[in-house]
């Protein structure tokens, strides 16, 4: 696991996050629909208020097929996201922007990770972002293809250990720590 890129992020950097099993508790064979079922993981409140200060953006890019499959509407989408969002802001947090991909994973030519499309998309309405100086945070192969395919640094989050991605810890807090001490 190689680190030492860590030492040298600043804000002219940005902070990609995957949603569900990142930033809140993954429901196993089903969705987070409403703001009752999302759960923050622990210490990511803190640890994106941490970020705040290191990173210049922090996106969030996330597949929502619920809402292709019917599940949720896109306007409970943003609702759920505004909650979110709300209580990261409350926290010392932030998130500049959340970008979602609502396609079934079986349509043709969708938007879902580990396609570009929503980090072409962020990077079209933010131009300062860089992917040579941008990290992917997924718990999901399919993150760290869309890392990888955009260029980007990535971290795995999870238990098993992922050999396409630049690191590999535990969790969202794990990995502030070895930002903060690389």
């Known amino acids: 696991m190689n680190t030492d890129f860590l030492k040298n992020i600043d804000n002219s950097w940005t ?9 809140n508790k993954r429901i196993f064979g089903g969705y987070v629909t409403n703001p009752s079922n999302f759960e923050f993981l622990p210490g990511v409140l803190e640890s994106i208020s941490t970020f705040a200060k290191v990173f210049g953006k922090i996106i969030v890019v996330t597949n929502q097929q619920g809402v292709g499959k019917g ?12 909650h979110m969002k709300s209580e990261i802001l409350k926290n010392n947090g932030r998130i500049d922007s959340i970008y979602y991909c ?6 043709i030519d969708n938007c879902r990770k580990p ?5 072409k998309k962020a990077q079209s309405e933010f131009p300062s972002i860089n992917f040579s100086k941008s990290i992917m945070v997924g718990d999901s192969k399919s993150d760290i293809e869309f ?16 050999t396409l991605a ?16 690389p």
């Open 71 to 82: 599940l949720m509407t896109e306007s409970e989408l943003n609702y759920l996201h505004n």
């Open 115 to 119: 396609s570009t499309k929503m980090a």
């Open 15 to 23: 902070l990609f996050l995957d949603r569900d099993g990142v930033i």
């Open 166 to 181: 630049d690191i590999t810890t535990e969790s969202l807090v794990k990995f502030k720590n070895l930002l903060v001490n």
């Open 147 to 162: 890392g990888k395919n955009s260029e980007m640094k990535t971290v795995f989050i999870g238990e098993a250990k992922s």
């Open 102 to 107: 609502t396609d079934l994973a079986h349509s």
